[in-house]
């Protein structure tokens, strides 16, 4: 061969892991059996149709990065020093072995807490930690931090997490509406089909407290105040029953409650949902009026606005829209949040499900700090936790009242093992540091929220140095801790096939031939013109809140303003939102230097007026304080949000900070209604103009 023609790489298919709704299947360069290149979206799924975000289309950067963990590590500096000596893998499992044995026989099997979430969201690496908690009857997860309360919310009125398929957005709708949610930075794919949706002329909308990379594109961009949605939802819903936009033949059939609602929306006018909102009465109106105009009508309804106290009812109010207008009835019409509910899969090999025991206490992953220092209501009436297995997670960042999360670390009791990629700031408060693998180095199979394609992906590439992946480390977990269950026999790949079986899907090596399986459900059912997943096939306007959980008494019968959230008071007079940054991936990425030089620095996004008020310009430190403590970042004045509105993107990393603690110092660990959920936006503060 000619030495001057370059050799053009082997294109391997993969799938996306990250904690990311898109699930965007991958094309990867394979340079050699260790090597990658580039990464490029695959045009086999026509929702990633061949876009991908910038971080994972770089993920050479995070895959060689020099600082990836290669070896087991034992402590031998004071917890959080990052201080280690290289130890063998059986040495490394023998140590957390003996010290789970011991600390369970001290206090009984629930002072073990196996603690995850989904830095990847593979079926296999990312749940079966599950089975060696239920095996051992380990204390049990209640994971809260993401999903909880928009889960919740939305299934409270439709009974199912699914929706109408967001590539009819793009086909079909003539009003696209973003409800609470930043896809540009979060899921660039919805912006694939929102534009295409805009090139037919299609109107988008977006409704968020601050001027995002979306709602730069938007027709409207409709900015309330944080944790009022439910309060411009009831209002718009007002506007189109007293314009005649509802339908009644579809509400009197498809619903439980139409007259009591149109009776209390009508108490529910634009004025009254201007005062606690802060949007005008015409922009309330204008709004309404185009939503609507029409029934292909499509909410995309984001996690964002559900991350308050109150998010679950204002998630429930925006999901009554569709079934006012009755927009479910048309292709491009009705709403989605997620569509996880539509895949036929059986898990209970993968986590263990058939060796639960109700009666062992359940701890909630979001109050980590509390449970850590030992807060007698947090801890659920058990004992104190004494052991902790972490994988796929990075609480020591991302976590609410995250100095009690970092005392908790601290504890000199408490035995903490992570498996890691990196040095994270969890990694360096552990007793024993494992070496994980990346999502190109083992096989694994990925449902997607985002959209309908269930994906197998196959191991690309050799791990480097001792990296081992998750599976692997609970199995032989499990022989040292004297575990037994069917799935600690079987390979990542043998999991995959026997789940496939039982739900009565392709075969892993049938689903990666043919690029996924589409499990999207026909129109009918996806549009809910069979009825609405509950026995009465109602939308339910007057949802069982009691059914979700155990704080529901104070909650609204019907969608309203749920006055909870951490209002602004003369101390506190600006309402914090920490949203999700561009390049980072929760605290991922962090450690890429393309995604640093991108983000610069910890910055705070403040109205004009505000920065006078405070007298700061651009780059000026600002201190961000309440009760729990202060942090600085840099002013960023910014047009598009409302005065007491600020917003810090991205959970940046402890160190980032001159305080040595991240944003998540300010946030609140206090579960939302009525089960529970994280509260990031959800937080008053005080601001100063910082020294220098
Ligand atoms: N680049 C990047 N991508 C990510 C992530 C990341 O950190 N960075 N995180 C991933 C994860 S774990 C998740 S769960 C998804 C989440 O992704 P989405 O479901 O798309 O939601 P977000 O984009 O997080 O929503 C953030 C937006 O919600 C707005 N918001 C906050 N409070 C309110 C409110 O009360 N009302 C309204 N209307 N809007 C509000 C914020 O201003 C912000 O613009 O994204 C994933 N993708
Ligand atoms: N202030 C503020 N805080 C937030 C949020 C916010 O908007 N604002 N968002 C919240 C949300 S929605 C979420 S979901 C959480 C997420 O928070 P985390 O769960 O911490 O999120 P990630 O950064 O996605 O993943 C964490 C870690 O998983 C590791 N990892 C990835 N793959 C593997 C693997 O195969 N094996 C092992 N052992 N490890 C692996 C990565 O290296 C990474 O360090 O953060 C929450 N925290
Ligand atoms: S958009 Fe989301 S799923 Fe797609 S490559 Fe980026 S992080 Fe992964
Ligand atoms: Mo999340």
């Not at 089975?131 to 409270?156: D, F, K, Q």
């Not at 505000?610 to 403590?629: K, Q, R, S, W, Y």
Request: glycine content about 10%; some cysteine.
């Amino acid at each position: 061969m000619n030495a001057r023609q370059p050799v053009s790489p082997e294109i391997v298919p993969s799938v996306c892991p990250h904690d990311c709704t898109s699930t965007c299947a991958l094309d990867v360069e394979r340079l050699d059996a260790n090597t990658i290149g580039r990464v490029r979206g695959g045009q086999r799924n026509d929702y990633t149709a061949g876009v991908i975000c910038e971080k994972v289309a770089r993920y050479a950067e995070r895959i060689h990065h020099p600082d990836r963990l290669l070896h087991p590590l034992k402590r031998t500096g004071p917890k959080g020093s990052g201080q280690y000596a290289q130890v063998s893998w059986e040495e490394a499992l023998d140590t957390v072995a003996e010290a789970f044995i011991q600390r369970a026989q001290q206090h009984g099997s629930e002072t073990i807490w196996p603690y995850f979430y989904a830095g990847t969201m593979g079926l296999v690496q990312r749940d079966g930690i599950n089975r060696l908690r239920h095996v051992m009857r380990y204390s049990r997860y209640w994971s809260t931090i993401c999903v909880t309360l928009a889960e919740n919310g939305w299934n409270a009125g439709t009974g199912a997490k699914r929706g109408t398929d967001m590539r009819e957005m793009g086909e079909h709708s003539e009003v696209v509406v973003i409800w609470g949610g930043n896809p540009v930075n979060t899921q660039v794919n919805v912006m694939t089909h929102a534009m295409r949706a805009k090139k037919r002329g299609a109107k988008l909308v977006v409704v968020d407290p601050y001027r995002t990379g979306t709602a730069e594109r938007a027709d409207l961009h409709v900015a309330p105040r944080p944790g009022t949605d439910g309060a411009l939802a009831c209002a718009v819903m007002h506007v189109l029953f007293a314009e005649g936009m509802a339908d009644w033949d579809y509400l009197r059939r498809y619903t439980d409650a139409p007259d009591e609602l149109a009776a209390h929306v009508a108490q529910r006018p634009p004025q009254w949902a201007s005062a606690i909102t802060g949007l005008s009465v015409d922009e309330i109106v204008a709004f309404a009026r185009l939503y609507g105009s029409t029934k292909a009508s499509y909410i995309r309804c984001h996690h964002g606005f559900s991350r308050s106290r109150n998010g679950a009812v204002n998630m429930h109010a925006v999901s009554c829209l569709p079934a006012v207008t009755g927009a479910w009835q048309v292709p491009g019409g009705g709403a989605m949040f997620g569509q996880s509910a539509i895949y036929p899969l059986d898990k209970s090999v993968i986590e263990g499900l058939d060796t639960v025991d109700t009666s062992v206490r359940w701890l909630d992953q979001s109050r980590l700090g509390p449970i850590l220092v030992n807060q007698a209501d947090a801890l659920n009436d058990g004992p104190p936790v004494t052991g902790l297995l972490i994988q796929n997670t990075n609480p020591a960042s991302v976590c609410p009242e995250l100095d009690k999360v970092l005392a908790g670390f601290a504890r000199e009791d408490l035995f903490t093992c992570v498996h890691e990629q990196f040095m994270t700031e969890t990694a360096a408060y552990a007793d024993i540091v494992l070496p994980a693998t990346m999502f190109l180095e083992h096989d694994d199979c990925y449902t997607a929220s985002g959209h309908t394609v269930f994906q197998v992906a196959r191991k690309v590439v050799e791990a480097p140095g001792e990296c081992r992946e998750n599976h692997w480390v609970i199995c032989e977990l499990a022989r040292r801790l004297g575990a037994e269950h069917r799935g600690f026999q079987l390979s990542a790949l043998e999991l995959i096939d026997d789940m496939l079986a039982k739900g009565g899907l392709w075969d892993a090596a049938t689903n990666v031939a043919r690029g996924g399986q589409d499990c999207a459900l026909p129109f009918e059912t996806a549009h809910y013109l069979d009825g609405f997943a509950w026995p009465d096939k109602r939308f339910r306007f007057k949802p069982d809140w009691a059914a979700f959980g155990g704080r529901h008494e104070t909650m609204p019968k019907l969608p309203d303003h749920f006055d909870v959230i951490d209002e602004s008071t003369p101390e506190r007079p600006y309402r914090l939102v920490t949203a999700p940054a561009r390049t980072f991936l929760n605290s991922t990425f962090t450690e890429t230097p393309s995604s640093l030089k991108r983000e610069k620095q910890p910055m705070l996004l403040m109205h004009p007026d505000d920065c006078a008020t405070l007298g700061v310009t651009e780059g000026d430190p600002v201190l961000i304080g309440n009760d729990a403590g202060s942090v600085t970042a840099a002013c960023c004045p910014r047009e598009g949000q409302q005065p007491g509105v600020v917003v810090l993107e991205g959970i940046w990393p402890n160190r980032n900070f001159g305080e040595g603690v991240g944003v998540n110092r300010l946030t609140s660990a206090e579960p939302g209604y009525p089960n529970g959920g994280a509260v990031f936006h959800d937080t008053a503060v005080w601001l100063r103009k910082g020294p220098g």
